[in-house]
């Protein structure tokens, strides 16, 4: 069972399936015009621990994940460049040329880092969806929630009596002092684009027929469109980062609720943000940083996931290149230690009903691995360790089963000088660590040490 946090009713509540056992889930997914950063990565992360979550409770979890490649403007204010074209222009390429490399290489991104990613058509693109969008868009035209000005058709926001409810903040608050256009033909300052049009005097590469004319969609309305397609409505559960909630969620909500009458979802949740040395990624102060810097500084993208595990994710977490090599030597540390893990047990009751507390507890990921680490520390045996570790990590996701059990037997006192070297490791005693080793050797074993950790076997 999950008691989870939820943005909608700002309150923890104990987590009750639409339909029983089939949970329809919608993750806003990568507007692919550049590669993901892991501020992007954060978000995926913790979206994932949330499916596994579920599914360890035997739920089937229906997840659709979007892939944005339309109508994604540069401001939040229905002004600005399409990043999509703004990409292929920069890139001297075409739009669908832009979506196929930054969709490969975020699927690329995802494996590495063990997200689950939804096999198609739940994995779906906006572009694949004009219609069911311009069909949402004209049942909303029918129930007089739009009006049309010269560049587009936008949504009536004084014609939906909770906007501003979910974020807690109307867009007209949210833009005194912003550097944005004003679109001085709104009939409020929070309407939005449901449909744009091509203007006569840009050439567009991305542009469809409608019974508006030529144009495209906005950037709210695809995800509204796809999770009614794909998960009916009301859904169970809707997530993002928590920079959608008071514009992207709140118009969501808006158009679906308005076209449906019933609500989008039945719960919220939103990850907080990954800030870099303790302040905003920007591309000014080059540090948005991607999966592949990680791996270029000689970092496993598993101990970045191991990262992210240790902060839960409604607290703002600060990354720093220091972080990452803790939790890689701890990493290297977890691998060394399961792999002398050998033979078949059971799981351990106590630490397993812990750890699901932790997790059934708003996904408290840090507290969880606590008890992973107290579990690893523990005088059972390697046998109830191994089983239980590796029920612990259908949730954490760390790959743990390459690992578990994979040194060769070992005779005991070779086991005890192995252990000790990695203690001696962890604590950078690195005299008495070669010192280990050396005796290692004597006793005809061979010791190596790669970002999976301490080996040892036979010579
Ligand atoms: P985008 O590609 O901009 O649509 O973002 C994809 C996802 O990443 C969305 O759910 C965003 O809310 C989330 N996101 C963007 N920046 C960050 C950040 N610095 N930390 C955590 N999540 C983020
Ligand atoms: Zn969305």
Not at 70 to 81: E, M, Q, R, V, W
Not at 134 to 159: V, W
Not at 404 to 423: K, N, S, Y
Request: aromatic share 10%; net charge negative; charged share 25%.
């Amino acid at each position: 069972m999950l008691y989870l946090w939820n943005t909608a009713t700002k309150k923890q509540e104990i987590f009750t399936p639409v339909h029983s056992g089939d949970i329809g889930m919608y993750t806003c997914g990568p507007t692919v015009y550049a590669h993901v950063h892991i501020g992007n990565v954060r978000t995926f992360v913790m979206e994932d621990i949330l499916q596994r979550a579920l599914e360890s409770d035997g739920l089937h979890v229906r997840r659709v994940l979007n892939i944005t490649d339309i109508g994604h403007l540069t401001t939040d204010a229905d002004a600005g460049d399409d990043k999509m074209e703004m990409s292929a222009i920069k890139s001297g390429t075409t739009v669908q040329d832009i979506a196929q490399r930054y969709t490969d290489l975020f699927l690329q991104d995802a494996e590495k880092m063990n997200i689950k990613i939804p096999a198609a058509p739940f994995l779906c693109k906006a572009t694949d969806h004009i219609q069911d969008q311009i069909a949402l868009i004209q049942l909303l035209e029918k129930k007089g929630y739009t009006y049309r000005i010269d560049d587009g058709i936008y949504f009536d926001t004084s014609k939906f009596s909770t906007y501003g409810n979910f974020g807690g903040q109307k867009l007209e608050e949210k833009e005194e002092g912003a550097r944005v256009q004003v679109n001085v033909q709104k009939k409020n300052k929070s309407d939005f684009a449901l449909w744009k049009f091509a203007r006569v005097d840009v050439q567009r590469q991305m542009e469809w027929a409608s019974p508006w004319g030529m144009g495209f969609p906005g950037w709210h309305i695809e995800c509204s469109a796809m999770a009614h397609v794909y998960l009916g409505q009301p859904f169970d559960i809707h997530c993002g980062g928590i920079d959608l909630i008071p514009v992207h969620h709140e118009n969501e909500i808006a158009q679906s609720e308005a076209a449906y009458d019933v609500p989008l979802a039945k719960y919220w949740m939103h990850v907080e943000f990954l800030l870099i040395d303790g302040g905003k990624m920007s591309k000014s102060l080059g540090n948005v940083y991607t999966i592949s810097d990680i791996e270029h500084r000689g970092f496993d993208p598993v101990a970045l996931r191991l990262f992210f595990l240790g902060c839960h994710y409604r607290q703002k977490q600060n990354f720093t290149w220091d972080a990452v090599q803790a939790n890689q030597n701890a990493l290297q540390k977890l691998r060394s230690v399961i792999r002398t893990w050998k033979g078949s047990g059971t799981i351990l009751v106590e630490f397993e009903s812990e750890f699901k507390r932790a997790i059934a507890d708003d996904l408290n990921t840090p507290k969880a691995l606590a008890i992973m680490w107290k579990l690893v520390d523990s005088v059972a045996s390697f046998a109830d360790k191994a089983a239980t570790i590796l029920k612990m990590d259908e949730i954490f996701g760390l790959s743990l089963s390459a690992y578990v059990g994979q040194d060769e037997i070992l005779p005991q006192e070779v086991l005890d000088l192995a252990f000790e070297r990695i203690a001696a490791r962890e604590n950078k005693n690195w005299i008495v660590s070669d010192a280990l080793r050396k005796k290692i050797e004597d006793m005809g074993y061979s010791v190596s040490d790669g970002a999976d950790g301490q080996k040892v076997s036979k010579i």
